[in-house]
């Protein structure tokens, strides 16, 4: 018998997620185009699962040239965009080769371009930075940048040109967001080509998208159609989305401390009193944090109790007493459906959904349910 942990990926629930956040988007901007970010394998859920939950979707976002390939043998035929662009010269056969768009944030990715025949025109996306500092051309020289992309696309080198830039706060602060949308539309006012913004956060900001600028719109949400939530203050629930990823277990000890005995490396948590604690096959090997101190939710036999003592490799302890018929062989829900958000967890361990979701190991199986309904 394989070792009880395990992943359920709903893609039931991808689906839903994907089409609230769609009628979200397009209740304040018509005609809007959505596109999935599915980078890091799908935020951990695997790209099969990414591509029939997010089938309705107008277009994908990701990195890796491996999975934009296995996109494509999975029968993906629609928009295909690689986040960060090229890296080198021999990439670009890759891209043509598969229909990949590519995301333009430097320089010398525009001398490649020049200095290259393509078989194919290339779909481009010309980066430009508002205030994140991360990718981009700077304000002052994006319209040089801009023009050179358009002089490529006169010589049949790319397809279509949009324009896109990334928000740093959408999640926390609009006066920052508010200040990057005005210097993106100042910077970009007349320039042809659609328009691409909008992350998770800046998506199910209602009325935002009205702000994003001249020409066809597309947003780019990612994690919140995994049903995790972008925002510290509001959970995904509140929000109409569904965990797409659960990660269960189930009790394989349980015994009594007396007040005062240590559990665990370190014995960081003693007894206060007399108590039973279980024992999870599930630990930081699996992609559980490792840093999830004691309370950190957790659901057994359907109860909602607490993580206590150190996480290790491979097992867990939880608190007992709110359980007491609990013993070995009673389910476990370390997040998602029936048990915490993923958010929960992440919040009590000092990090975010985005971080557990993609962490989750390859030693981990998983079940995917299909929109279909089967497993």
């Given amino acids: 018998m394989p070792r009880p942990v395990l992943a359920t990926i709903d893609a039931r629930a991808m689906a839903a997620n994907l089409d609230t956040v769609s009628r979200l988007a397009r209740a304040t901007l018509p005609g809007v185009s959505v596109w999935a970010v599915i980078k890091a394998r799908g935020y951990g859920h695997g790209i099969q699962a ?9 277009g994908l976002a990701l990195l890796d040239f491996d999975e934009a390939v296995q996109c494509r043998e999975l029968g993906w035929r629609k928009p295909i965009l690689l986040l960060e662009g090229f890296f080198e010269p021999a990439d670009l056969a890759l891209v043509q080769a598969h229909d990949l768009g590519i995301v333009i944030h430097d320089s010398g990715q525009l001398d490649i371009l ?14 430009l930075n508002t205030g994140m500092h991360r990718l981009g051309f700077q304000p002052e020289e994006y319209r040089h940048q801009y023009a050179r992309a358009l002089a490529l696309q006169a010589r049949g080198q790319l397809g279509q040109v949009g324009r896109m830039t990334h928000f740093a706060r959408a999640d926390d602060d609009p006066a920052t967001t508010r200040a990057q949308l005005a210097c ?13 913004v909008c992350n998770s956060a800046a998506t199910l900001t209602a009325g935002l998208s009205r702000t994003l600028g001249e020409g ?52 960081v948590y003693r007894a206060p009193h007399g108590m039973r604690v279980g024992i999870v096959a ?8 490792r840093h999830a101190p004691t309370g950190t939710p957790v659901q057994v036999a359907g109860v909602r109790t607490r993580v206590v003592g150190r996480i290790s490799m491979d097992m867990l302890a939880v608190d007992l007493d709110p359980i007491p018929q609990a013993g070995p062989g009673a389910p476990v829900v370390l997040w998602g459906a ?8 992440a919040a009590a361990s000092a990090t975010i959904g985005y971080e557990l979701l ?12 299909s929109v279909a309904g089967t497993g």
């Fill in 50 to 58: 990414a591509i029939e939950g997010f089938a309705q979707a107008d």
């Fill in 338 to 345: 029936g048990g915490p958000s993923v958010d929960e967890v």
């Fill in 184 to 196: 993106f539309r100042t910077v970009t006012a007349g320039l042809p080509g659609p328009v691409s």
């Fill in 216 to 267: 066809p719109q597309v947003v780019r949400p990612g994690v919140c159609l995994y049903g995790a939530s972008p925002f510290s203050s509001k959970s995904a629930a509140s929000l109409g989305l569904q965990p797409a990823m659960t990660l269960s277990s189930v009790l394989i000890s349980a015994h009594s401390l007396q007040a005062g005995e240590g559990i665990g490396y370190g014995h």
């Fill in 282 to 289: 599930c630990g930081y090997a699996d992609g559980y944090p």
């Fill in 358 to 369: 993609v962490a989750l190991a390859p030693r981990v199986p998983r079940r995917v349910v």
């Fill in 114 to 127: 020049e200095s290259m025949h393509l078989e194919r025109p290339v779909d481009a996306w010309v980066k």
